[in-house]
């Protein structure tokens, strides 16, 4: 015969089980619930629509690109090889020139006020020219590596090849902070050439056929930007003439990409993805 305490023991056995169960499936919901964002948040993929089409010299291997007062800007690479080109688009002829030494390895450019900056791969040495005559007007220092470089209204941004992007400070090339770039949990690595459109940081992935679109806020990509397609293997030179250079026309909301040695400079319309 089972005692009346005997009973009470096994309720409140019964009773800790269930509690201790319900507890356990509430820490695994939440468990999953914390992943979750990290997928629900993965960037949307756009495609592109080619709007124009503009000559682009298969001598240049192309490491930084932006557009100015109708014209192209664009910082070439390749040690004995390396230069600032100032470019009509529409016939893709060399208006002016700067070369660097031999030894350099030229990498982004930028410009801020009446000057250009020109950074170099693993020399760490920035160049800053005269905007108007590509005349040398000092230079920087700066440690680790110099890939892609652009800038907001206040801050000149760069990458470096890991997913980092540092802002610094236009008058000393100092690092003010910098952000880590993710896709949902995932780091962006191999970030290259940069362009600021519109509140965003556009970055080239290296040896991919995507852009990035990412927040300057916390790093976070808002979307991406898929051109497959927009320059064939059979047209390139060799697998290092992979996209990258990205140039933008604020006055006329005209987006550009190019590529290292491609033979043209498109003009493109991002499509959005279908609802």
Known sequence: MVSTMM??????????????????????????????PDRIAAAPVSSYKVVAEFPHSTDSYTEGL????????????LKGNSAILVIEPESGKVLQR????????????VDWGHD??????????????DRFSLRPVGQFAYSGEGWGMTRSATQIITSDGSATLRFRDPKT??????????DGSN???????????KGEIYANIWHSDRLARISPRDGHVIGWIDLTGLMPASRRINKESVLNGIAYDAQHDRLFVTGKQWPTVFE???VSPAK
């Open 7 to 36: 009973i009470s023991t096994m309720r409140i056995s019964a009773m800790r089980a269930a509690v201790l169960s319900t507890l356990h499936l509430a820490l695994g919901l939440t468990v999953m619930a914390a992943a979750l």
């Open 66 to 77: 932006f557009y100015r007062d109708g014209l192209f800007y664009e910082g070439t690479g």
């Open 98 to 109: 700067r070369n660097l030494p031999e030894q350099f390895f030229g990498e982004g450019i």
């Open 116 to 129: 250009i900056y020109e950074w170099t791969w693993q020399s760490h040495i920035c160049f800053v020219y």
């Open 173 to 182: 090339f100092k690092e003010m902070r910098h952000i880590v770039v993710k």
């Open 187 to 197: 780091p962006v690595e191999q970030l290259n050439e940069l362009e600021y459109v």
């Open 268 to 270: 493109i319309k991002i």
